[in-house]
Every structure is written in structure tokens, then in C-alpha cells.
């Protein structure tokens, strides 16, 4: 004789059944996705690391794709989460998988993808194109000229675009990656390790002002749109709300606003344009020179090397503007400004004199091993790049038999903080190395010209000065 169940337990059972018919029924509504984005007070997007979409910089989180889903976890009233998938493979499964919102990662608009995902509206177009080396390979014009091997990164619409065209071109030599990101790829042309690759435009963009060098041999496709991808199910109302928030700052002017922090300073701002720089030493300097040498004075450093650094900083424009949002002269952040004493960073004096602290003070933080000129030049790789990204490539320098005490050394190895095999061993991850190494370079190199033009501009104007020879330059390894 079988005993009877329990009574308690009988009408748990028999509850959840009910609810689970009134679900299925209709009679019960299930939250919807912007429901439980807002109830859970929390924006989950995947994207992966890269200067178009989300890395951190030297004051902090940003890019392109970052900046947009702040602003949409704003507009939402919740916090934004970021995963950082693996690989460029892995994002659509992330989402499909549920363990994110959004994929908010620059992806194309294509028919493969479009089978998979649902896509918002779009917000910026690009096209691929075909990247090599200068004075390596020869310019392809079309894709039947290509002599050499093409690799891209799996998973990306490059690759989609490869495989199409290697139908008419059975010849085509060419693989998908699924370890590299484009930066790494990028840098492997640059190296002449590998022979093309292909980029967005957007992305070459950015990485030509790393690598002067590379080249586009020509355009791959048409343009394309970029969205941002939601999963493909019956659930509208986090797509629709996108839309809505898309058309709102279109019309508002925000995402031109945002488009511009990160893109529109790449055409104007030339870190090593020689005849600008003397153009600006006749013109801009004279205004600041003062605040400068009242700078260098309180925290005892060369007036001079400051203002090589507010000219890599700014071209000595007190309304320069970053795609980070730091500004002024010295382009500093309203923390950074904060905690230095500074009211107001937009005021020249107040900016430069705020850089100036901030410098110093790096170089208080630097390592006491590290001495002579090298300290100067870790503290201005900081200014740019942040003091922890410098550490990590000191840690990595020592790991490749290399002295992290020396500049030489370490700045040969800042640009592997580009590369994922190296930044995963890091403790703070990617980060555009080679724009520290370059940034010093320029700094070295401004500070150079700028000595040798004011002990030389009572006979020679600044105009003049471009082509003189270099050897009679006065060096800053000289001053520190």
C-alpha cells in the first residue's frame, strides 16, 4: 500500500505547475528583456579589446563602442558591464548564450550574421580594405595582382569577404587566425612577417598613426554598416529601445559628438610633422612661455621639456579636446586636474602648471633602480599611457632577458601590450604601447628643436630651422 505524499509538498508542486501554465498561457507576462535590464540595474555587453571598440587607456576605460554603451546605460538609468570575449569567434555565441544584452564589438552587417543575430540601427560605415607595408611589397591593384599571403582574423567579416572572392581566385594564398586581433596582425605587416592583412577603415585609421608605414592597397568591399547585435527571438523591447535611443542621439548631435572625440583628431593632429611644429614655435609659444618657465621653476624641472610635452599634448591649443575627454594644453583629466589643485584645466596657467605637478609626481612614482635620462623617459610613457601599462612592459622586458631599468629595452617591448599573447599575462591588459614609445620619441624630438631654436632665433626664424643639420641639435640627454 503506497503512502500518501506530502500535503505541504503536493502544493508546492501543484502551484508551480498553475504558474507555469499562466505563463505559458498568457495569463502571467514574463518580465521582458528591458524589464530585467532595468531590474537588475545593469547593462551586460561583449566586445572584444581593440582602439575601435573598448580598452583601457592611460585615464582609464574608453573607446568607440565603450563610449556608445555608456551612453546607452545612461539613457536606460543602469550600470554598464563589459565581457571581454576571447576571441573575435567567441562574441556571437557570448550573446547567443545569453551571457550578455548586447554585442557591441564594430560588427558588420552581413548575410551570414544576419541569420544568427538581429541588428539595431546602423551607426557607422566602413569599408575593408587591403593593408601592406611600404617599400616591402609591391601595391596591388586588384585582388588577382596580390602576390603574397593574406591572413585576417577568423570570425570576421574580412574573413567572409575572403572566401567569397577566393571562388574567382583559386590562386589566393590566405587564413583565418583564430588566436590574432587585428592590432597583432597589424603589427605583424608593419614587422614584414606577414605580407597583407585585411582592415576596416576606421580601424587602419587609428593604427596608421602607429605605423606610418603601413599602406591600403585598395579597397576590398563596398561600404559597410556597423550595429550593434541582439539575439533572434520574439523578445523586441531592448531592440526597440535601442532604436529609440539611436535616433536620439542622432538628432541630438551626441553621436557626431562621440564620432569625433575618437576619429575627428586623427587627420589634423601630425605627432611628427617638423614644419607645423616650427610654425607653432613662431606663433603659439610665445603666449605661454611664461606659465611654462613659472612651472618648471616650482617643481624644478626643464621648462623646456614641458613644453614639448604640451605640444605633443596639444599644439599648445588651450582648447584641445581628446577622444577621452581630457583637455587643455596639457590635456588633463577633471580627476587628474582635481587632485592636482586645478579649477579650472581649460586656463593656460592653470593646465600647464597642473601637467606639470602630474609629471613631477610620476616620476616620484617611478621605480628608484631606474636613473639618469631613462627615469624621464618611463615618466613621460606614464604621462601617456598610464604608470601601470609601463610596469607591465617592464615585467614582460624582464621575462625576455631584457633590462627593465632601461628604455631601450623596455620601450622595444611596450608595443607587445598590443598583442594578446603578451597583454593576458599582464595585470593591466591591453594597451597601446606603441603610441607611448612614439610619444616619447616626438617629446625627445620637439624638446631637441626647441633648444636648438632659442639658442639660435636671434639670426634664424622658426620657418627656417627645418632642414638644418641635426647633429648641432642640442640633446635632452644633455639636460637629464
Known amino acids: 500500500m503506497s503512502k500518501p505524499g506530502h500535503p505541504i509538498l503536493s502544493w508546492a508542486v501543484t502551484v508551480t505547475v498553475l504558474i507555469a501554465v499562466l505563463f505559458l498561457t498568457g495569463y502571467i507576462r514574463q518580465p521582458t528583456?528591458?524589464?530585467?535590464?532595468?531590474?537588475?540595474?545593469?547593462?551586460?555587453?561583449?566586445?572584444?579589446?581593440?582602439?575601435?571598440?573598448?580598452?583601457?587607456?592611460?585615464?582609464?576605460?574608453?573607446?568607440?563602442?565603450?563610449?556608445?554603451?555608456?551612453?546607452?546605460?545612461?539613457?536606460?538609468?543602469?550600470?554598464?558591464?563589459?565581457i571581454v570575449a576571447d576571441n573575435f569567434t567567441d562574441i556571437i555565441p557570448t550573446l547567443q548564450n545569453k551571457q550578455a544584452d548586447i554585442a557591441t564589438a564594430g560588427l558588420a552587417i552581413t548575410p551570414k550574421r544576419q541569420q544568427l543575430v538581429r541588428f539595431g540601427p546602423s551607426y557607422q560605415q566602413v569599408t575593408q580594405q587591403l593593408i601592406y607595408r611600404k617599400n616591402h611589397r609591391p601595391a596591388p591593384d586588384t585582388i588577382k595582382d596580390v602576390d603574397g599571403y593574406i591572413e585576417v582574423v577568423a570570425g570576421s567579416s574580412h574573413a567572409e569577404t575572403l572566401k567569397s572572392l577566393a571562388h574567382?581566385?583559386?590562386?589566393?594564398?590566405?587564413?583565418?587566425?583564430?588566436?590574432?586581433?587585428?592590432?597583432?596582425?597589424?603589427?605583424?605587416?608593419?614587422?614584414?612577417?606577414?605580407?597583407?592583412?585585411?582592415?576596416?577603415?576606421?580601424?587602419?585609421?587609428?593604427?596608421?598613426?602607429?605605423?606610418?608605414?603601413?599602406?591600403?592597397?585598395?579597397?576590398?568591399?563596398?561600404?559597410?554598416?556597423?550595429?550593434?547585435?541582439?539575439?533572434?527571438?520574439?523578445?523586441?523591447?531592448?531592440?526597440?529601445?535601442?532604436?529609440?535611443?539611436?535616433?536620439?542621439?542622432?538628432?541630438?548631435?551626441?553621436?557626431?559628438?562621440?564620432?569625433?572625440?575618437?576619429?575627428?583628431?586623427?587627420?589634423?593632429f601630425d605627432y611628427v610633422d617638423t614644419r607645423v611644429f616650427m610654425k607653432h614655435l613662431d606663433h603659439r609659444l610665445l603666449q605661454y612661455q611664461e606659465h611654462f618657465q613659472s612651472a618648471a621653476k616650482a617643481y624644478n624641472e626643464d621648462w623646456r621639456l614641458l613644453a614639448a610635452i604640451g605640444y605633443q599634448e596639444s599644439h599648445w591649443n588651450p582648447k584641445a579636446v581628446s577622444p577621452t575627454g581630457v583637455r587643455g594644453i596639457m590635456m588633463l583629466t577633471?580627476?587628474?586636474?582635481?587632485?592636482?589643485?586645478?579649477?579650472?584645466?581649460?586656463?593656460?596657467?592653470?593646465?600647464?602648471?597642473?601637467?606639470?605637478?602630474?609629471?613631477?609626481?610620476?616620476?616620484?612614482?617611478?621605480?628608484?633602480?631606474?636613473?639618469?635620462?631613462?627615469?624621464t623617459w618611463f615618466a613621460l610613457a606614464a604621462y601617456n599611457v598610464g604608470l601601470g601599462h609601463v610596469n607591465d612592459a617592464r615585467i614582460i622586458t624582464r621575462k625576455l632577458g631584457g633590462n627593465p631599468n632601461k628604455w631601450?629595452?623596455?620601450?622595444?617591448?611596450?608595443?607587445?601590450?598590443?598583442?594578446?599573447?603578451?597583454?593576458?599575462?599582464?595585470?593591466?591588459?591591453?594597451?597601446?604601447?606603441?603610441?607611448?614609445?612614439?610619444?616619447?620619441?616626438?617629446?625627445?624630438?620637439?624638446?631637441?628643436?626647441?633648444?636648438?631654436?632659442?639658442?639660435?632665433?636671434?639670426?634664424?626664424?622658426?620657418?627656417?630651422?627645418?632642414?638644418?643639420?641635426?647633429?648641432?641639435?642640442?640633446?635632452?640627454?644633455?639636460?637629464y
Do not use: C
Not at 581649460?346 to 593646465?351: D, E, L, T, V
Open 168 to 268: 574567382a581566385n583559386p590562386n589566393l594564398k590566405w587564413e583565418a587566425n583564430y588566436q590574432a586581433d587585428i592590432d597583432s596582425l597589424l603589427a605583424l605587416v608593419w614587422q614584414k612577417e606577414l605580407d597583407y592583412t585585411i582592415a576596416d577603415s576606421n580601424q587602419i585609421e587609428i593604427s596608421r598613426r602607429y605605423y606610418p608605414e603601413l599602406d591600403i592597397a585598395f579597397d576590398i568591399s563596398s561600404a559597410e554598416d556597423l550595429a550593434w547585435a541582439f539575439t533572434k527571438d520574439d523578445d523586441y523591447s531592448l531592440y526597440r529601445e535601442a532604436i529609440k535611443f539611436f535616433d536620439k542621439i542622432k538628432q541630438s548631435g551626441e553621436l557626431m559628438l562621440i564620432k569625433d572625440r575618437h576619429y575627428g583628431h586623427i587627420g589634423d
Open 408 to 479: 631601450m629595452d623596455v620601450s622595444n617591448n611596450l608595443p607587445l601590450l598590443m598583442q594578446k599573447r603578451w597583454y593576458k599575462q599582464t595585470r593591466h591588459g591591453y594597451a597601446r604601447g606603441i603610441e607611448a614609445v612614439r610619444y616619447v620619441e616626438n617629446i625627445r624630438n620637439y624638446f631637441d628643436i626647441l633648444a636648438w631654436h632659442l639658442d639660435n632665433r636671434a639670426r634664424i626664424p622658426a620657418t627656417q630651422l627645418v632642414n638644418n643639420n641635426r647633429d648641432n641639435v642640442l640633446s635632452l640627454n644633455t639636460i
Open 33 to 82: 528583456k528591458l524589464n530585467l535590464v532595468k531590474q537588475k540595474g545593469e547593462l551586460v555587453i561583449v566586445t572584444y579589446l581593440s582602439p575601435t571598440t573598448y580598452y583601457e587607456g592611460a585615464n582609464g576605460k574608453t573607446g568607440f563602442e565603450y563610449d556608445l554603451a555608456q551612453l546607452f546605460a545612461k539613457h536606460l538609468g543602469v550600470n554598464l558591464k563589459v
Open 334 to 375: 577633471r580627476k587628474t586636474a582635481a587632485d592636482m589643485g586645478i579649477t579650472n584645466r581649460i586656463q593656460p596657467r592653470n593646465s600647464i602648471l597642473g601637467g606639470a605637478r602630474y609629471f613631477t609626481q610620476l616620476k616620484r612614482r617611478i621605480a628608484k633602480d631606474i636613473t639618469g635620462p631613462d627615469r
